[in-house]
């Protein structure tokens, strides 16, 4: 069985939630034929630790929650951070679970270079470096023979992206259009209820679905770095993040809600890009008012649906949670598995 040493950037509630994952779901990995040893993780709040021997995850997650440092670790190493620490910890494959930052990528853009860079296979969550640099990164990752995935970048764990590698394959994909942002559906729920905008979306903070800053939901920008995501990944584009024409739900209010359920429809934000003679067109986000027959507008709450248009199928949807700990935790071992799968033992 081959054994995969894993370097953990970011031990927040994505890292923890693959550790979780690794403590209680081992024998899915060992079903694939693989294991997972972590050798590192880098945190700037928690601490960087490192073992080539390799750190349980079980007592990482008991470290972080009852002290708040991973560096009273027994027997583990400290470790630096950023671009030293991912060259001095010798890792398979990195986990780049650092928050997104849609402005410039952060840490995470650099984090993804270096280990591209040094050879290691990357699976990562975050939206930054994909949606703002994938053209790059993906040439980066060809140069140095290795894997560039991104299954948690969007809908999370719900298989989509690594569907299209698989099952899709060859199907002719030309075009994706989806509910995309599970707070932008939450609060559009919400007001359906009554709630108001400003209630439903504290309500939607509470629960952990927003960003750490909910304007990149509500002003579209997380929906569109997921339809650059699509454009690029699923269509072969080069999208960045400022091609995707962009609206939000700021301004939507109980009155418009109410006014679209009188005429027997409901507003949703959607997100779609298609391909024409090979060429990606329209990436976009917005708020449309849908008819109830059309399958995005039985979407409520927080999830997420997403279609594919294809020659071969015709429509294939799927549903799924879009955000969540051990849903976006599940990514990254759903793409180690296909690491392992496409590149061998
Ligand atoms: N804030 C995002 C959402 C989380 O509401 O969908 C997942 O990307």
Redesign the pocket.
Known sequence: MKTWRVLLLGFGTVGQGVAERLRDGATELAAGGLDARIVGVIDPALGSIASAEGLDPGQLLDLANRSGSLRDYPGATLAGSGADAIEAIDADVVFEMTPTNLVDGGPGLQHVRTALGLGRHVATTNKGPVALAWSELAELARANDVQLRCEGTVM?GTPLLNVCDGGLAGAGVYGVRGIL???CNFVLSRMEAGVDYDEALAEAQELG???TDPSG?VEGW?AAAKVAILGNLVLGGALTLSDVSREGIVGIGKGDVRSAARQGTRLRLVGSVRAVDGTVVEPKVGVEELSLDDPLAAVCGPANLLTFETEALGPVSIAGP??GRAATGHALIADLLTIHRQVGS
């Open positions: 999370s942002n599970g707070t679905y927003a960003e939901d997380d879009g955000a």
